[in-house]
């Protein structure tokens, strides 16, 4: 009996505050999505290479893919490229295809929560996803 009621004693309180169990993990780290340029224009991800008329498409999906399963998104985007290497049309075409990635994400997100588009909603639902989610509203990646 005392066993039992020891048992269900220790899995109630484990059950009841998981953050106890993993003590170094915090909800406040920062995710941030580090997009690598190099000097001939090859766009890497993480352990993708993105090309860059699907850099858009590839950041739409992996935004809105952290959204569905976890419920918050990347914190930032990060743009790493060596110092003054790459050439200047490839850097405009790739931050035109972030902020074009951005603005789908948006879209989709919007649509997902609200049944309308950003533009639709109210201002106060614009400031709370602004506020959720900063990733989609960024305009400097360094």
């Given at each position: 009996?005392l066993?039992?009621?020891?048992?269900?004693?220790?899995?109630?309180?484990?059950l009841?505050?998981?953050?106890?169990?993993?003590p170094?993990?915090?909800?406040?780290?920062?995710?941030?999505?580090?997009?690598?340029?190099d000097?001939?224009?090859?766009?890497?991800?993480?352990?993708?290479t993105?090309?860059?008329?699907?850099?858009?498409?590839?950041?739409?999906?992996?935004?809105?893919?952290?959204?569905?399963?976890?419920?918050?998104?990347?914190?930032?985007?990060?743009?790493?490229?060596?110092?003054?290497?790459?050439?200047?049309?490839?850097?405009?075409?790739?931050?035109?295809?972030?902020k074009?990635?951005?603005?789908?994400?948006?879209?989709?997100?919007?649509?997902?929560?609200h049944?309308?588009?950003?533009?639709?909603?109210?201002?106060?639902?614009?400031?709370?996803?602004?506020?959720?989610?900063?990733?989609?509203?960024?305009?400097?990646?360094?």
């Amino acid at each position: 009996m005392l066993r039992t009621v020891l048992f269900i004693f220790l899995l109630t309180t484990s059950l009841s505050s998981p953050a106890s169990l993993h003590p170094d993990k915090s909800s406040s780290e920062e995710k941030n999505l580090f997009i690598n340029v190099d000097e001939i224009g090859i766009i890497s991800i993480s352990r993708d290479t993105v090309s860059s008329d699907e850099l858009a498409r590839y950041l739409q999906e992996r935004l809105f893919k952290s959204y569905m399963g976890t419920g918050k998104m990347y914190n930032k985007i990060l743009l790493i490229k060596p110092e003054g290497d790459v050439p200047e049309m490839v850097m405009e075409v790739v931050l035109t295809e972030i902020k074009t990635g951005q603005q789908r994400a948006l879209k989709e997100l919007c649509l997902q929560k609200h049944k309308d588009f950003f533009e639709n909603i109210s201002q106060r639902q614009q400031e709370k996803l602004k506020k959720q989610f900063p990733v989609l509203f960024q305009t400097n990646y360094s």
